[in-house]
């Protein structure tokens, strides 16, 4: 083992000494990933996709998923369904004190709400990433700096009240740059009821 970790040592000093660029390089990608800022590399990627491009990818993502919940939500409840109709029933047993038909309808409930909840990871999100493959570098980075952005500009929501309800926390419903306009000036707005009435 102290063997292996003096061979590594001297490689590094040998490669840094042979390659002082690929040394640096090195050095100021960790220093940009220890600070979450973006290597040279992803600043390009990132510059192959303008705002808007990004903002209809990230509607159209957000209708897979949505499409994803509904198919598996769908198949949840047909193959619980399959297996409860298999079952025989006596109507005369109970199950946690609550009469059987009423227990088996609840776990087919269940398993559509488990389906909803798992359809966007399973189904929504591998058949966008498929459809938009050559896109994807591009939007994961832009998806960094849009969150980035609206983790900056988002308001303070510990100052709400029933008249002054927070804007669109999480931006999830920004989908072009007119919404974004919107956003920004609900914002404000949120920021100036607060100053005023608080």
């Known amino acids: 083992m102290f063997f292996r970790q003096i061979c590594s040592r001297s490689r590094v000093g040998l490669y840094s000494g042979i390659f002082p660029k690929v040394n640096v390089r090195l050095q ?9 800022q973006l290597t040279p590399e992803e600043l390009e990627l ?27 939500s769908f198949l949840a409840v047909a193959i619980s369904w399959g297996y ?3 079952i025989e029933i006596d109507p005369t047993e109970t199950i946690f004190g609550l009469d059987t038909f009423t227990v088996h309808i609840g ?16 189904i929504g999100d591998p058949l966008f990433a498929l459809k938009n493959r050559k896109l994807m570098d591009s939007f994961r980075i832009k998806q960094k700096l849009f969150l980035r952005h609206i983790i900056k500009r988002r ?9 002054n309800p927070v804007p669109d926390y999480y931006g999830e419903k920004i989908g072009s740059l007119k919404d974004y306009r919107q956003w920004l000036r ?5 920021r100036r009821k607060a100053r005023e009435f608080l």
Request: hydrophobic share 40%.
């Open 84 to 86: 409860v109709s298999q």
């Open 28 to 36: 100021s990608t960790k220093a940009a990933a220890s600070k979450g």
């Open 186 to 190: 609900d914002c404000n707005e949120y």
């Open 46 to 72: 990132a510059k192959k996709m303008t705002w808007e491009q990004f903002l209809t990818l990230r509607k159209e993502q957000h209708r897979m998923s949505l499409l994803g919940s509904g198919i598996s």
């Open 107 to 122: 776990g087919i409930l269940a398993m559509g709400v488990l389906g909803f909840l798992v359809g966007p990871s399973l």
């Open 155 to 163: 308001v303070d929501a510990s100052r709400q009240s029933m008249n």
